[in-house]
């Protein structure tokens, strides 16, 4: 039996379980359909997070183009939410001629100089999946990121890996942030905040969630966010230790402030801007966008892709107030038959 089968559930920084869209087979004009991403293009409104309140997409696009930093969320297998993340660099790297990247959770920071190939033109995408240790290290398809890279390099995005290396997190999930040696935290955020109170009460409430039956909800269970230690036994016959939940906290702690300090480094102090790609639990207020702002780079503006499943959904998002904007998609209708219509 394994230690730990699951220390904090996918909604810290990932999202529940979604078949990739498959285009309908119509024959020889077949190869024309769109794939992948781009089938699951939606249409979509934008709302106030905080208010609700309806916002022009002229509104919308002028304040992502006016932003430093545009932190936009995702579930990680939800193919919609990286549609809508392609229509924000699309749109981004579109206007005016100007120096900006695209920064990624996926990616961690040792293997920065991947990036800087790809970008390039050095190598492909196949050397960059496997030079980056994309399937065991993010394990995510690459088909629904790659869409989104391919085209911020074809633009003229710099490619920025934000994310701690996972050897440190999984240290200090098992040993605690004292663990580390000095070249060990240098790998890691300079500056971490621990007590901040809204995030803490954000992270409280996941916890708690994770002993909740979902009785209201299909979604799948979540997916461990945080590595598991290793099932082999110690030396002396005992099972590894399960981690405390200030260490689990403090990893979700770690990843938020590597990748706001990556971000906010790159950026620096004037004249560049960024597009950051998280998880829906790294992009809200109190996690990567208020930990940008706090390195001294303004205005950071959230935007958390979210399908309108006429369940409260959107509502519920609406009343958590945590993120600047909702890209809110909807699902075309379900076709009716005649036996829908006669009910028999």
Same mark, same amino acid.
């Given at each position: 039996?394994?230690?730990?089968?699951?220390?904090?559930?996918?909604?810290?920084?990932?999202?529940?379980?979604?078949?990739?869209?498959?285009?309908?087979? +119509?024959?020889?004009?077949? /190869?024309?359909?769109?794939?992948? $991403?781009?089938?699951?293009?939606?249409?979509?409104?934008?709302?106030?997070?905080?208010?609700?309140?309806?916002?022009?997409?002229?509104?919308?696009?002028?304040?992502?183009?006016?932003?430093? !930093? $545009?932190?936009?969320?995702?579930?990680?297998?939800?193919?919609?939410?990286?549609?809508?993340?392609?229509?924000?660099? =699309?749109?981004?790297? #579109?206007?005016?001629?100007?120096?900006?990247?695209?920064?990624?959770?996926?990616?961690?920071?040792?293997?920065?100089? $991947?990036?800087?190939? %790809?970008?390039?033109?050095?190598?492909?995408?196949?050397?960059?999946?496997?030079?980056?240790?994309?399937? =065991?290290?993010?394990?995510?398809? %690459?088909?629904?990121?790659?869409?989104?890279?391919?085209?911020? #390099?074809?633009?003229?995005?710099?490619?920025?890996?934000?994310?701690?290396?996972?050897?440190?997190?999984?240290?200090?999930?098992?040993?605690?942030?004292?663990?580390?040696?000095?070249?060990?935290?240098?790998?890691?955020?300079?500056?971490?905040?621990?007590?901040? $109170?809204?995030?803490?009460?954000?992270? /409280? #409430?996941?916890?708690?969630?994770?002993?909740?039956?979902?009785?209201?909800?299909?979604?799948?269970?979540?997916?461990?966010?945080?590595?598991?230690?290793?099932?082999?036994?110690?030396?002396?016959?005992?099972?590894?230790?399960?981690?405390?939940?200030?260490? !689990?906290?403090?990893?979700?702690?770690?990843?938020?402030?590597?990748?706001?300090?990556?971000?906010?480094?790159? !950026?620096?102090?004037?004249?560049?801007?960024?597009?950051?790609?998280?998880?829906?639990?790294?992009?809200?207020?109190?996690?990567?966008?208020?930990?940008?702002?706090?390195?001294?780079?303004?205005?950071?503006?959230?935007?958390?892709?979210?399908?309108? =499943?006429?369940? +409260?959904?959107?509502?519920?998002?609406?009343?958590?107030?945590?993120?600047?904007?909702?890209?809110?998609?909807?699902?075309?209708?379900?076709?009716?038959?005649?036996? =829908?219509?006669?009910?028999?």
């Amino acid at each position: 039996m394994r230690a730990l089968l699951v220390l904090v559930p996918a909604a810290l920084g990932c999202g529940g379980h979604y078949a990739s869209p498959k285009p309908k087979h +119509g024959g020889a004009d077949d /190869d024309a359909l769109p794939r992948g $991403v781009m089938a699951a293009a939606l249409p979509y409104a934008i709302v106030d997070g905080r208010t609700g309140a309806a916002v022009t997409d002229a509104a919308f696009w002028d304040a992502v183009g006016a932003a430093r !930093v $545009v932190c936009v969320g995702e579930d990680h297998s939800n193919p919609h939410h990286h549609w809508a993340q392609l229509e924000v660099v =699309d749109h981004v790297s #579109a206007g005016p001629p100007r120096t900006w990247a695209l920064g990624m959770e996926m990616v961690q920071r040792p293997f920065q100089a $991947v990036l800087d190939d %790809f970008a390039a033109g050095r190598i492909d995408a196949a050397a960059l999946r496997s030079r980056t240790g994309w399937e =065991d290290r993010w394990g995510y398809d %690459f088909a629904m990121y790659e869409p989104v890279i391919s085209l911020a #390099a074809k633009r003229g995005g710099a490619l920025v890996a934000l994310n701690a290396a996972r050897e440190l997190t999984k240290k200090v999930v098992r040993q605690g942030l004292e663990a580390l040696t000095a070249e060990e935290r240098a790998g890691l955020a300079t500056d971490v905040v621990l007590d901040d $109170v809204d995030h803490r009460a954000w992270f /409280d #409430a996941i916890m708690s969630g994770m002993g909740e039956a979902h009785g209201h909800s299909e979604t799948p269970a979540p997916e461990p966010a945080v590595p598991e230690p290793p099932a082999t036994e110690d030396v002396h016959g005992a099972m590894p230790e399960m981690p405390s939940a200030e260490r !689990v906290y403090t990893v979700q702690v770690l990843w938020d402030e590597t990748m706001a300090e990556s971000a906010a480094r790159w !950026v620096g102090a004037a004249g560049k801007s960024m597009v950051v790609l998280a998880g829906n639990g790294h992009c809200h207020d109190s996690a990567i966008v208020r930990r940008v702002a706090r390195r001294g780079v303004t205005p950071v503006v959230s935007v958390r892709p979210i399908i309108d =499943d006429d369940e +409260g959904s959107v509502a519920a998002a609406i009343l958590e107030a945590s993120n600047d904007y909702l890209f809110v998609m909807t699902m075309p209708p379900t076709p009716t038959t005649p036996d =829908d219509v006669s009910g028999s």
